[in-house]
């Protein structure tokens, strides 16, 4: 390790973007396999078993569930059991679960894996990552994120593409397999051999002058406490963003294949257009990182949060194959924002005081809606034999939420250093 870093220091490459192409591995193969990949197997297991959709996405939603308790109480867990040895475990975890889907013939035995995969899952993507990246960069910390986040959209766009033709070349049951294998060849060399936590272990400082992220991801404090946060409008209207967000890129992303194919084109066909996806949500995290950094954060919420309304009705109007540009580019730029944008609000809105607690909560909300999503979505094509209700609604919440991005403003210079309220607190 030692060489490495004298060998990247000597060519002047900081060695906090190994760490973030670390995260874009480890991510591809996470996220980017069991949350992006997951419509793949819609179709084939529950014509293979004879499920109903609505319970197969069941699965979805427990590891939806299983992500947005853990992020609830991230700050302590991270307080007091070390990143990488959660993520170490994780890594060994994650690929034997994701095999056990193949062996599963009961609606309770894939729910059973799921709730596995979503523990899994939760200590290798966003949540550790955001931590590691704050305490590699003060500079270019946004940059660096939407970077490291790409992976979930590389991975989806390359597994999307291959496990498509591999579902029906070897069936779904091999997927699995394949899948839960590349996930442990690529993890656990990168989490026991390559990834540091914090610059400090290897003797580096953080990208830029300020002052020095501990372990657990604590940043340069300045802020509103939690309870001053949840006193305030933006508190409540980022919560509700969060909500319509998850609800709404989840609803676009995860209904591109089944809707497409369901409306006549060949599973083949729908694979390719969620790759395409895939492929452009990896080069607009990075555009959306900087488009927070010269637009704002207003601005650049709402043109994300317009590009999923753009998606969605691209996928309504999806009879009409020019509207699956609009499919891919509304869906890319759009579900970037409930990865690479939560952070940056969150830190723009309320400061460090209490991030690692408001980001918790903001991403639980967003996972809440991610996994009531699925049960919804899929009731709905049960009950109606088509996802276009659904699709409406989507419409419809986007349209709402749209208004209220502008009242979600960045702390005002009188609150960046507010004393926490010790009456309140008593």
Known sequence: ???????????????????????ILVMSVTHGVVQNCFS??????TEALGFTRQGFSVCQTLTNVIYMGIALFSGKIFERFKVLG????????????????????????????????????????FLPFTLIISNWFEDRRGLAIGICFMGSGLGGMLFNALAGGWIEAFGWHAVFRILAGIQALVMIPILFLMLRVSPQE??????????????????????LTLAQAMRSFRFWALIFTALIVGLTSTMLSNTIV??????????TYASGVMSCYMGLLAVCKILLGGMYDRLGMR???FISVSAILVG???????????????????????????????????????????????????????????SVCPIFTNSVYDGTG?????????????????????????????EMNRKPDLEKMA
Request: glycine share 10%.
């Open 386 to 414: 088509s996802y276009s209700p659904a699709l409406v609604t989507s419409i419809v919440l986007a349209l709402a939420v749209l208004g209220l991005l502008f009242t979600i403003r960045p702390l005002r210079p009188e």
């Open 86 to 125: 959660l993520m170490r475990i994780a890594c060994i975890v994650l690929p034997a679960a994701y095999f056990c889907y193949s062996l599963c013939t009961q609606l309770w035995m894939f729910y059973a894996v799921s709730v596995v995969v979503g523990v899994a899952t939760s200590f290798l993507t």
């Open 258 to 267: 089944p809707h497409l194919s369901d409306i006549g084109y060949a599973a």
């Open 312 to 370: 969605l009705l691209g996928l309504y109007f999806g009879a009409f194959q020019p509207m699956h540009l609009f499919i891919v580019a509304g869906a890319a730029l759009g579900c970037a924002v409930g990865t690479v944008a939560y952070p940056i609000l969150t830190q723009s809105a309320f400061g460090t005081r209490a991030y690692a607690t408001i980001y918790g909560i903001i991403t639980a909300a967003n996972s809440l809606a991610s």
């Open 1 to 23: 390790m030692q060489k490495l870093i004298w060998f990247l220091q000597k060519r002047r490459i900081f060695f906090g973007w190994v760490v973030v192409a670390c995260g």
């Open 40 to 45: 793949l197997y819609i179709k084939p297991v």
């Open 202 to 223: 290897v003797g580096l400082q953080p990208l830029g002058s300020g002052p020095v992220a501990s372990e657990g991801g604590s940043a340069p404090v300045y802020g």
């Open 299 to 301: 601005k650049s919420t």
